[in-house]
């Protein structure tokens, strides 16, 4: 099946500052790749997602990259904020297939 | 359109007992994937249902298992419970009109088992 993994457990930015979470994946048959914000208690919220036709997105702050080549995907959050701080989680799955598979996540700390 | 829901939002039970936890997807959704998220091991795919159908299954054993309703609602059963089972439980729901189908999810199921 399908191995996401996800890259630094834990990053702490200054406000303002530039973050960057990677995640490589292992089935070249995956199409979809979303990303998940989960703050603490909450239930994850899709932010972003990319399909395989795409290599770049961006929405306001956020943007999505993906080298299919290599199997790996990133998130950029760029002017970072306090309410910034969160859980990311990528994911990926086949296209038309719901099933995700998850990375372990990433704590993101935005220091004021 | 509200979003999808989840009962319980927390369970305590014992080891041994079992557990339905209940989830209605948003209105429209005929998809209804169940998750499990732990700290170790994160968050782990369970079974899809689609048109009361269990579409895809992940790697769980039996005592995991669940159903679909005709209204799209879905439940999930966990049986003879273990101390490992305390996890949180989260249901998503998808439209399928197309091949990328963002999933929603719910608050979650807070089951702990002593």
């Known amino acids: 099946g399908e191995n996401v993994e996800q890259h630094p457990s834990t990053l702490s930015v200054q406000e303002g500052d530039s973050a960057v979470i990677k995640c490589t994946y292992s089935d070249s048959a995956s199409n979809y790749f979303p990303w998940y914000k989960q703050e603490l208690g909450k239930r994850p919220q899709l932010i972003i997602d990319?399909?395989?036709?795409?290599g770049e997105k961006k929405d306001q702050r956020i943007a999505v990259t993906l080298n299919k080549t290599a199997k790996h995907f990133s998130l950029h959050i760029t002017e970072t904020q306090p309410e910034d701080s969160a859980v990311y989680f990528c994911?990926?799955?086949?296209?038309?297939?719901?099933?995700?598979?998850f990375g372990k996540g990433n704590q993101v700390v935005v220091i004021p | 359109k509200a979003g999808v829901t989840q009962t319980p939002r927390y369970l305590i039970k014992t080891r041994g007992q079992q557990v339905t936890l209940s989830c209605s997807p948003i209105s429209g959704h005929r998809s209804v994937s169940w998750y499990q998220q732990t700290p170790g091991q994160g968050l782990q795919f369970l079974f899809e249902?689609?048109?009361?159908?269990?579409?895809n299954k992940g790697n769980f054993p039996g005592r995991f298992s669940g159903r679909q309703f005709s209204n799209s609602r879905s439940e999930m059963n966990v049986s003879t419970l273990e101390l490992g089972d305390s996890a949180l439980y989260l249901c998503?729901?998808?439209?399928?009109?197309?091949?990328?189908?963002?999933?929603?999810f719910g608050p979650g199921t807070r089951l702990t088992v002593l």
């Open positions: 994911a990926a799955s086949r296209g038309g297939n719901n099933r995700l598979a």
């Open positions: 249902y689609f048109s009361e159908t269990q579409r």
């Open positions: 998503a729901s998808s439209s399928t009109g197309g091949v990328y189908n963002e999933q929603f």
């Open positions: 990319i399909r395989s036709n795409v």
